[in-house]
């Protein structure tokens, strides 16, 4: 596939599985009370927080927010990227636990097994030595399969979809001193085996985001929200 056309196919994918269902989940999911564990006590300060006073809207507010704006998005985010290199045949699923994808390097032709994260600061110090040790575990599992012989710690890697080697982390660099860490224009280059592909990319993707039609579903959503919380036996507004 050629590179523009591997950028658009990218591009859709992103709209349709992303960003189209971000806004179906947040319309029809997350405006939901029942989508909702509630802590009484935050969601009162937060509401007083957000409207200066503890309303049905303020409570909706102090729910539908940080859902909506935060873990949905974040969550079906790094899902999607890892399903979308697969079922766009950039990459293949793993068959090692814990990998989440393998694909072969086009920088140096080797096998590479991945596991993904978004950014470079997308990991905390207390994930690094997990991470390091599945890396070690599943390198000593695979070297007893014949068919895997010869690999090495620097075909297991971290991919990190976005920012640069200087705004890594330094649980990232711990990391990178036993197992490679590629980031940005790097992975995508040796993924794709496009020098150019991570910033060819950016355009058609800034643009296909700015021509979404998002209806002030953020809006919509919470208000519907407070429609439900308004009727609701769990909160006493009087």
């Given amino acids: 596939m050629r590179e523009k056309e591997l950028a658009q196919k990218v591009v859709e994918y992103f709209e349709v599985n992303i960003f189209s269902n971000h806004i179906g989940a947040a319309l029809n999911i997350h405006s939901r009370l029942a989508s909702y564990n509630i802590n009484p006590i935050l969601v009162k300060y937060l509401s007083k927080v957000l409207k200066d006073d503890y309303s049905p809207m303020g409570v909706a507010m102090a729910l539908y927010y940080p859902r909506v704006l935060g873990t949905s998005i974040s969550t079906s985010f790094g899902t999607r990227i890892q399903s979308m290199f697969v079922e766009l045949g950039i990459a293949q ?10 694909f072969v390097d086009r920088i140096d032709s080797r096998k590479k097994w991945c596991q993904l994260k978004s950014g470079p600061n997308t990991i905390n110090s ?10 070690t575990d599943t390198i000593n599992l695979a070297r007893t399969n014949s068919a895997l012989k010869g690999i090495s710690n620097s075909d297991f890697i971290v991919g990190v979809l976005y920012g640069e080697i200087s705004e890594l982390s330094m ?9 490679p860490v590629y980031v940005g224009r790097d992975f995508w280059h040796r993924i794709t085996g496009y020098l150019g ?6 355009p058609p ?10 209806q ?4 919509t959503g919470c208000e519907k929200l407070a429609l439900e919380i308004e009727k609701s036996p769990l909160f006493d507004f009087h």
């Fill in 93 to 102: 699923g793993s068959l090692i636990k814990g990998m989440d994808i393998e």
């Fill in 126 to 135: 207390e994930d690094v030595k997990p991470l390091i040790k599945k890396f």
């Fill in 171 to 179: 649980h990232y660099k711990r990391i990178d001193q036993s197992h």
């Fill in 197 to 202: 592909f991570y910033d060819s990319l950016m």
């Fill in 205 to 214: 993707l800034h643009e296909c985001i700015m021509s979404l039609d998002t």
């Fill in 216 to 219: 002030d579903f953020i809006k």
